[in-house]
C-alpha cells in the first residue's frame, strides 16, 4: 500500500515575492529594497546575541513572475465556463515560457549566489526559485544586513532575523528572500474538539458511537454514484510526517478497496518524513482518511511533507505545482503571511489554476473573521496563523455539523459546525467554521453574482470568505502513533480533504468522457449557484453561525451564499455531473445543399451547445445562430442560409 520517493530539494527554507520598493544609493551602488524579512515584533524584542558568522544557513531566491498580469488574465479565461477556451489548460513548460522569468533572468540569479560565494543547491524549470547555501557571514555581506538572535515573544525558543531588509542591486531580477528569519512556523488547523453530547449519533462508526465513517461519506454528498476517484491522485500539503499504522487501520476498517490506495511521500527539504510529535502527524493521518473515505478507489494519494520547524510554505507549493499529474490539492495548515508575501504564494496558485489543478483549503477553525487587518482575528493580520485563507486564486472550505438519517444511510441536514457556543447560545469559546472579509484582496468577478452579500454580511468590494463546506465533526478517525479512535473530527480540517477526494470522482468522470481536470472552480461554482438550480447542487445551510465572543454579531447562515458555509455543501451526483468535462465540441465538414449549409458538430447528451458565426475574425464579434441546442445524441445539427458572404462557424458548450 505504502511506496515513498524523494523530492531532491535541501533548502529548507523557501522564497518571497514580486515587491519592490524604492532605489536609493550605497557607496555609489543603485540598490533596491526587498521588504518583508524583518518580523514587525522586532520592535519590542532587544537581541541576545549574533548570529554565529560560521552558521550555514539555506536561501531560496525568489524572481519576479515576468507577466504576472497576463497570467491573470489566462486564469480568468481558462476556468470561465463562458469562455470558449474553458479548461483549455496550458502545461508547466508553457506557463513558464509565457510568464515566467527568462533563462537570462535566471543566470543573473545564479552568477549572483556564485559571485558572493554561495553554493547552489537546486534549480527549478519554472526559474521562480534559486536554493543555495552559504555561511550567515557572507550573506549578511551579500544582502548588507546584520543577524541576530532574539527570544521568541510566545514560544520557548529562541529565532534569528535580520536588523534590516536585504538590499541587492536594483538591476537584479530578484523579489525575496526566504530563510532569513525564522521567527514564525505553519501550524495545523485541526483544533482538537471536546464531546459536548450534542452531535447526532447516526454514523455508522464501527466503535457504535454513531460518528460519521468511511461511506457514510459518499452516501450524504454523493449518493448512488460508482465512481470511486479510480486513476486520479489527490495530493496533501503537509508540515509534519506521519505514522503509516494508523491510516492502514482506518483503510481496514473502513473497505471498499481502499486498502489498495498507494501512498506515495514526497519529501521536501531533505525532511526525514519522521513525525516530529508536535501533533502535526495527527492532521496528516485526517487529511489523508477523509479523501479515501470519500474516494475508495484512488490510484494514489501523494503527500507532499517538509519539517514544521526549517520550512516555508512556498517550498512545498512549488513542489505541488511542478507536479502536474495530481489534480486535486489540499491544504489544513496556516501560516502567517508576513512570512510569505501575497504575491509570492499567488504565483504558484495561480500557475496550478492555469495548468488544471484544483487546490482546497480550510478556511479556519477559529470562528468569525473580526474586521480589519490588525484585528485579534483578521484574516489578514500577519500576527496571527490564518494565510492562505482568504486567498482568491483557491478554494476556501467551511465546517459543518452533518445529520444523517440512521447509521450513516443518508443525508439528513446540516448546520454551521460551531463548538464554541453552548446549548444556551452563550459563547465560550471560538471552535467554530471561520469566514469573513478579506482587508487585501478585492472582490472577485466571480462572486460579484452574489446579490444579497451586503445582506448576509459580505463585502460587495472585497473577497467573500468561504467558498463551499463539508462535514468537519463527529466524525470517526484513526490517528497517532497509538492509532487511537477518535469520534470528534478536526473542524475544517477535515472538510477541505473532503472536497478534494468529491474532486477526485469528477476528475474521474472528466477523463472517462474525454475532457480535462476541473481545475480552478470557483467561477464555475458561483456560475452554478447564480442559476436557477441553484438547490440541485448545493445543500443550503441556513441555520446556526460562526459567531464567537469577540465577534457576537456576525456571522449567521442564510437563505444562499453566507460567510460561515459559503455556497454550501455538494448535493450529491448533479454537482459532480455539472462540474465534469463534457469534450470539447468538434465541428464536422458542412454540407450544402440547394440554398442552405447544413453544420453538423459532436456532442455529449444532456449537454447544451451554442452554434455562432462571424464575418470578420480579427473583429471578435461572434452571432448567435439560433438558441442553444441540448444535445439528445452524439451529434447535432443545424441550417443556415448559404450566401455568397465569407462566413466563421464555431460552436461552444455551455455551462
Known amino acids: ?89 496550458l502545461t508547466h513548460e508553457e506557463i513558464t515560457a509565457r510568464f515566467g522569468p527568462t533563462e537570462e533572468d535566471y543566470e543573473r540569479v545564479k552568477n549572483f549566489a556564485r559571485t558572493n560565494g554561495f553554493l547552489i543547491r537546486n534549480t527549478y524549470s519554472n526559474r521562480l526559485v534559486l536554493d ?178 526549517l520550512v516555508s510554505p512556498i517550498d512545498i507549493l512549488n513542489a505541488m505545482a511542478a507536479s502536474n499529474s495530481v489534480k486535486s490539492l489540499s491544504c489544513s495548515w496556516a501560516w502567517s503571511m508576513s512570512d510569505e508575501p501575497y504575491t509570492n504564494v499567488d504565483n504558484v496558485f495561480l500557475e496550478m489554476a492555469a495548468q488544471g489543478q484544483t487546490f482546497f483549503n480550510a478556511s479556519g477553525d477559529s470562528g468569525a473573521f473580526t474586521p480589519g487587518a490588525d484585528s485579534t482575528n483578521g484574516v489578514d493580520n500577519p500576527d496571527v496563523f490564518n494565510a492562505p485563507s482568504s486567498d482568491p486564486y483557491i478554494t476556501q472550505v467551511g465546517g459543518t455539523l452533518l445529520t444523517m438519517n440512521g447509521n450513516g444511510a443518508s443525508w439528513n441536514s446540516e448546520v454551521v459546525w460551531n463548538d464554541g457556543v453552548d446549548a444556551q447560545g452563550d459563547h465560550f469559546d471560538n471552535s467554530a467554521s471561520s469566514g469573513g472579509i478579506s482587508s487585501y484582496y478585492l472582490i472577485p468577478a466571480w462572486q460579484t453574482n452574489i446579490s444579497h452579500l451586503t445582506a448576509a454580511g459580505g463585502s460587495t468590494a472585497f473577497r467573500n470568505i468561504p467558498d463551499v463546506a463539508a462535514c468537519g465533526i463527529n466524525i470517526y478517525e484513526i490517528l497517532g502513533k497509538s492509532a487511537a479512535p477518535d469520534d470528534f473530527g478536526g473542524g475544517t480540517s477535515a472538510s477541505a480533504p473532503l472536497w478534494a477526494g468529491f474532486m477526485a470522482l469528477v476528475n474521474e468522470q472528466s477523463a472517462a468522457r474525454g475532457g480535462a481536470s476541473a481545475g480552478f472552480i470557483n467561477p464555475a461554482l458561483y456560475t452554478l449557484a447564480a442559476g436557477p438550480n441553484y438547490l440541485s447542487y448545493f445543500h443550503d445551510v441556513t441555520f446556526g453561525s460562526n459567531t464567537w465572543v469577540s465577534s457576537p454579531n456576525l456571522f449567521y447562515a442564510t437563505n444562499g451564499y453566507d460567510l460561515c458555509t459559503g455556497l454550501g455543501t455538494m448535493n450529491g451526483t448533479n454537482l459532480l455531473n455539472a462540474l465534469s468535462a463534457a469534450p470539447a465540441p468538434e465541428l464536422l465538414e458542412p454540407v450544402r445543399s440547394g440554398g442552405k449549409l447544413t453544420l453538423t458538430w459532436t456532442t455529449f447528451e444532456g449537454k447544451s451547445y451554442q452554434l455562432q458565426y462571424s464575418t470578420n475574425l480579427t473583429s471578435g464579434n461572434w452571432f448567435n445562430l439560433g438558441p442553444p441546442t441540448n444535445a439528445a445524441s452524439t451529434s447535432e445539427s443545424a441550417t443556415d442560409s448559404a450566401t455568397n458572404s465569407q462566413r466563421y462557424y464555431r460552436v461552444l458548450l455551455q455551462p
Open 1 to 89: 500500500m505504502f511506496e515513498r520517493s524523494r523530492l531532491i530539494r535541501s533548502c529548507p527554507c523557501a522564497v518571497g515575492i514580486f515587491l519592490l520598493s524604492g532605489i536609493f544609493s550605497v557607496s555609489g551602488q543603485n540598490l533596491k529594497n526587498l521588504p518583508g524579512h524583518v518580523p514587525r515584533q522586532l520592535s519590542q524584542l532587544i537581541p541576545t546575541s549574533r548570529f554565529p558568522s560560521t552558521n550555514e544557513l539555506w536561501l531560496a531566491i525568489e524572481l519576479p513572475m515576468r507577466d504576472r498580469a497576463g497570467l491573470e488574465n489566462f486564469v480568468k479565461d481558462v476556468s470561465n465556463p463562458q469562455s470558449p477556451n474553458f479548461r483549455h489548460y
Open 132 to 309: 543555495v547555501s552559504s555561511p550567515a557571514s557572507a550573506v549578511e555581506k551579500a544582502f548588507h544586513i546584520q543577524l541576530h538572535t532574539y527570544q521568541h515573544p510566545t514560544e520557548g525558543r529562541e529565532f534569528f532575523a535580520p536588523d534590516t531588509d536585504p538590499t541587492v542591486d536594483a538591476r537584479l531580477p530578484m523579489a525575496y528572500v526566504e530563510g532569513l528569519n525564522n521567527f514564525s512556523r505553519p501550524h495545523p488547523k485541526k483544533v482538537k474538539l471536546q464531546a459536548r453530547g450534542a452531535e447526532p449519533k447516526d454514523g455508522s462508526s464501527p466503535d457504535g458511537n454513531g460518528a460519521i465513517f468511511g461511506d457514510d461519506f459518499r452516501r450524504a454528498y454523493v449518493p448512488g454514484t460508482t465512481l470511486t476517484g479510480a486513476g486520479q491522485s489527490v495530493g496533501f500539503l503537509e508540515f509534519d510526517g506521519s505514522f503509516s499504522n494508523s491510516v492502514e487501520a482506518y483503510a481496514r476498517a473502513a473497505g471498499g478497496g481502499r486498502t489498495n490506495i498507494a501512498l506515495q511521500y514526497v519529501l521536501v527539504d531533505g525532511f526525514s518524513g519522521k513525525p516530529s510529535n508536535f501533533g502535526g502527524e495527527e492532521e496528516v493521518d485526517m487529511d489523508i482518511e477523509m479523501a479515501m473515505a470519500i474516494a475508495p478507489g484512488l490510484s494514489k494519494i501523494v503527500v507532499f511533507e517538509a519539517s514544521p520547524v
